[in-house]
């Protein structure tokens, strides 16, 4: 299992992605071997600095960086030999399983489209984030963002593609699909809304249980809630403010800490070819840790494989 990581990608680049792999060394038996992309000088001295092994690692030298601002089609075009498009040329070519990064979010969402391609039969990919329930449950929430209009065939692939995550990755038998709407009854809500109900309810391959409100989003009633990308990322950064407004109170609660996005690593595109995870542009070595993970897992559990096989079978 061979794992990408772009070393230059997020504020605290290169240390704290050193930082995440000496964690993730020290407690994984079996660790994956990591291929790192980025500036081999900085590199090689953090790796020295933390006393890392070198026999379960690789660094693939690079001299461009992808800023954060950069547009993204662009950099990607001009900085072919930068830390992200090295990344994304290693996972096209099967040099690596998956590909981690917590650089410019545009310019990982058009290598992850553009590079390793959608999964056969997939009208749009999506990204999706956890979402910490109060009796300690976790659900998913997708898109949150990356499809900002969409139309009822793309919400009804996303309720399969976010089954399959919440079955395989969070361990739920049987997830419980709702669809994030301003009212429980049938009918409720706006054209996208009332068209993609039928669907949901109509699909076989997904354990429906109807519209859920604004309310119900941190409560155990279903565990994959389906929107378009414009709701699904507003809720996504209030969530995260949830977080910031409880430590700036000085509020310690356990459940509120689970608001905490370093928990998750980051968030996966789903519905492209291989894993691809985009952490938080401030990530540290407790988010890179997990993004390894997360990336070790997905492919253990050949999520990919698993989302094609169900979306052939429509």
């Known amino acids: 299992m061979n794992i990408g990581i772009d070393m230059m990608g997020g504020d605290f680049a290169p240390l704290e992605a050193v930082k995440g792999i000496e964690q993730y060394f020290a407690e994984s038996e079996l660790p994956a071997r990591l291929l790192l992309t980025g500036d081999q000088a900085s590199i090689e001295e953090l790796l020295v600095a933390h006393a890392i092994p070198r026999n379960h690692l690789e660094i693939i030298p690079t001299d461009q960086v992808i800023g954060m601002q950069e547009h993204p ?35 990982m969402l058009v290598g992850a489209l553009f590079s390793i391609k959608a999964i056969e039969g997939v009208l749009r990919p999506t ?116 977080y910031e407004i409880t430590h700036q109170k000085e509020i310690h609660h356990e459940y509120f800490e689970r608001f905490n996005f370093e928990h998750y690593g980051g968030t ?21 840790k997990n993004m390894i993970l997360l990336a070790e897992k997905m492919i253990e559990k050949d999520l990919m494989g698993k989302m094609r096989d169900e979306l052939t079978r429509q």
């Open 73 to 107: 089609t662009r950099a990607l075009k001009e900085k072919q030999n930068s830390s992200i498009a090295v990344g994304f040329q290693l996972l096209a070519g099967g040099k690596t399983d998956a590909f981690i990064s917590a650089g410019n979010t545009g310019a």
């Open 127 to 242: 990204i999706s984030t956890l979402i910490p329930k109060e009796n300690g449950q976790t659900g998913l929430l997708l898109d949150v963002g990356l499809n900002a209009d969409c139309k009822p065939e793309q919400l009804n692939q996303f309720a399969i593609m976010g089954s399959v995550y919440a079955k395989h990755i969070l361990g739920i038998s049987q997830p419980r699909v709702g669809l994030i709407n301003v009212g429980e009854e049938e009918g409720k809500g706006n054209i996208l809304a009332q068209a993609t109900y039928p669907l949901l309810k109509a699909n076989t391959h997904i354990h429906f249980i109807g519209n859920i409100e604004g309310r119900d989003l941190l409560l155990d009633k279903a565990d994959v809630m389906v929107c378009e990308g414009f709701t699904g990322n507003i809720i996504l950064k209030m969530a995260e403010s949830i």
């Open 268 to 288: 996966p595109v789903l519905g492209v070819s291989k894993p691809v995870i985009i952490g938080h542009g401030i990530s540290g070595a407790t988010a890179f």
